[in-house]
């Protein structure tokens, strides 16, 4: 089944040693996005990639950054990561309605950091 | 900018009564509007959308949600609840009015337990 995967599903860090997530999707969808979600919260966007464009939300930390090789994978990369970084982090991808899309969100399970 | 309202933390109903999740939205432009349900520690899970089009929409799982543009709402049905329908529901918008258009902009959440 087409999918979107996360890896892995439990990070434990320490505070300020950088940490790598990672997201592939088998849907072969151009857009594709990372959340962050705190205990009990909405999800909250840090940025997205439109093909190759990357687009990064006014109020993402610095702290955060992003990748995108190819099509299918995106990786989230956390450079110091402090107390208040722990979340659950869900990676979710889309197609444009321009190529075809139905504009709805397909999320992975997520990854859930922990950061000590 | 677009924001959502989910106005109850919490909705418990008995199995096999008929369920509501309430949302309201507010968007500068016409809305695109999504249900997901979100099971603990997983990913979120589409369970239905609006786009353009017939006022009532059904979803998976047997859910139906009503759009209502006079009373900017989008509130989340289905007849016969069932305890498997225990789980987190967000309502989301996403604004087709230009800027930021790829954002889709979560309500906080709603815990939907339904009672044996």
């Known amino acids: 089944d087409a999918m979107v995967i996360q890896n892995p599903r439990y990070q434990v860090t320490q505070f300020g040693k950088p940490v790598t997530l990672s997201c592939s999707q088998t849907?072969?969808?151009?857009?594709m996005y990372w959340y962050q979600q705190k205990s009990s919260q909405a999800p909250k966007l840090l940025f997205h990639?439109?093909?190759?464009?990357?687009?990064n939300e006014a109020d993402t930390p610095d702290n955060f950054q992003s990748r995108r090789p190819n099509t299918s994978f995106c990786f989230l990369d956390i450079r110091s990561p402090g107390l208040g970084d722990a979340a659950m982090y869900l990676c979710?991808?889309?197609?444009?309605?321009?190529?075809?899309?139905?504009?709805?969100?397909?999320f992975g399970p997520g990854t859930r950091l922990t950061v000590t | 900018a677009q924001s959502v309202a989910q106005p109850e933390d919490q909705v418990n109903v008995a199995e096999g009564n008929p369920l509501t999740v309430k949302c309201t939205y507010s968007?500068?432009?016409?809305?695109?509007l999504f249900w997901y349900v979100q099971y603990p520690n997983r990913g979120l899970q589409f369970l239905l959308k609006?786009?353009?089009?017939?006022?009532l929409v059904k979803g998976s799982y047997g859910f139906e949600a009503e759009f209502n543009k006079s009373q900017t709402s989008f509130h989340l049905n289905k007849p016969s609840a069932l305890v498997s329908d225990s789980a987190l529901y967000f309502c989301?918008?996403?604004?087709?009015?230009?800027?930021?258009?790829?954002?889709?902009?979560f309500g906080k959440g709603t815990k939907l337990s339904v009672i044996p």
């Open positions: 979710a991808t889309s197609r444009d309605h321009a190529a075809g899309g139905s504009y709805e969100q397909y």
């Open positions: 849907l072969n969808h151009n857009v």
């Open positions: 990639y439109y093909d190759k464009d990357f687009n």
């Open positions: 968007v500068s432009g016409n809305p695109y």
């Open positions: 609006y786009i353009t089009g017939d006022n």
């Open positions: 989301a918008v996403r604004d087709f009015s230009g800027a930021g258009s790829y954002q889709l902009t």
